[in-house]
C-alpha cells in the first residue's frame, strides 16, 4: 500500500499569510490521483482538491494543488480566518486508498 | 441537498458486534458507490470498505476483513456496515461517504460528501 507523509506536522501562521502543505508518496500515485481534505473539529473532511490541481465545487480559489509522481504540495495563498483546520491528502489511484497523517494549521 | 446521516454507534465490549446505519438523502442514492471511512480519536483517515451501486463490487481494508460486512439497501437507500468481533482498534468514528462522479464518471476511492459521523468504542 501506498503510504504518505505530510510535513509539516503543524505550521502556525497569521491570518493574511500564505501556507505551503507538502505530501510525499512511498511510490508514485497513479495518474495524479491525489486529494486534498480539509477537517475542522467535530466536523466531517470536506474535499478541496482532486487530481493534484483541481479545485472541487465551490472551493475558493485561495486553494491550489500542485505536484505529481511522489511529491504534492497544497497552497493557500492568503489564509482566512475559517482555513485554520486540519488538511489531509489521500491517493485513490491504487487500492487501497491511503491518507496522510495530516498536518494542522493553526493561528500564530 | 445531499445529506448523509450515520446512527447505530455506540459503546461495545471487545469481541461484540454492531451494525452501523446510514440514511442518503438529496440524491439518487442507487446511482452511487458508498464507502465507510474511520477515525480513530484524534488520528488520522483510514478508509475501511466501499461497495459499488448496484453492490456487485465490494472491498474491504486488510484490517476488517473477515469480521466486517458492508451492505446496501437501495429502496430504502441506505448503506450498512455490519461489525462483528469487535476490537479496541476499532474504536473511532465510521463515517460514510459518497464516491465522486466528474463529468459523468465515477471516480472510485474519491469523496465528495460526506456523514457527520458515529462514535463505535470497543471497551469492557
Known amino acids: 500500500e501506498i503510504v504518505l507523509t505530510q510535513s509539516p506536522g503543524t505550521l502556525s501562521l497569521s491570518p493574511g499569510e500564505r501556507a505551503t502543505l507538502s505530501c510525499r508518496a512511498s511510490?508514485?500515485?497513479?495518474?495524479?490521483?491525489l486529494a486534498w481534505y480539509q477537517q475542522k473539529p467535530g466536523q466531517a473532511p470536506r474535499l478541496l482538491i482532486y487530481?493534484?490541481?483541481s479545485r472541487a465545487t465551490g472551493i475558493p480559489d485561495r486553494f491550489s494543488g500542485s505536484g505529481s509522481g511522489t511529491d504534492f504540495t497544497l497552497t493557500i495563498s492568503r489564509l482566512e480566518p475559517e482555513d485554520f483546520a486540519v488538511y489531509y491528502c489521500?491517493?485513490?489511484?491504487?487500492?487501497?486508498?491511503?491518507f496522510g497523517q495530516g498536518t494542522k494549521v493553526e493561528i500564530k | 441537498e445531499v445529506q448523509l446521516v450515520e446512527s447505530g454507534g455506540g459503546l461495545v465490549k471487545p469481541g461484540g458486534s454492531l451494525r452501523l446505519s446510514c440514511a442518503a438523502s438529496g440524491f439518487t442514492f442507487s446511482s452511487y458507490s458508498m464507502n465507510w471511512v474511520r477515525q480513530a480519536p484524534g488520528k488520522g483517515l483510514e478508509w475501511v470498505s466501499s461497495i459499488s451501486s448496484s453492490s456487485s463490487y465490494i472491498y474491504y481494508a486488510d484490517s476488517v476483513k473477515g469480521r466486517f460486512t458492508i451492505s446496501r439497501d437501495n429502496a430504502k437507500n441506505s448503506l450498512y456496515l455490519q461489525m462483528n468481533s469487535l476490537r479496541a482498534e476499532d474504536t473511532a468514528v465510521y463515517y460514510c461517504?459518497?464516491?465522486?462522479?466528474?463529468?459523468?464518471?465515477?471516480?472510485?476511492?474519491?469523496?465528495?460528501?460526506w456523514g457527520q459521523g458515529t462514535l463505535v468504542t470497543v471497551s469492557s
Open positions: 489521500q491517493q485513490y489511484g491504487s487500492s487501497p486508498e491511503t
Open positions: 487530481g493534484a490541481s
Open positions: 511510490q508514485s500515485v497513479s495518474s495524479s490521483y
Open positions: 461517504a459518497r464516491v465522486i462522479t466528474i463529468f459523468g464518471v465515477v471516480t472510485p476511492g474519491l469523496f465528495d460528501y
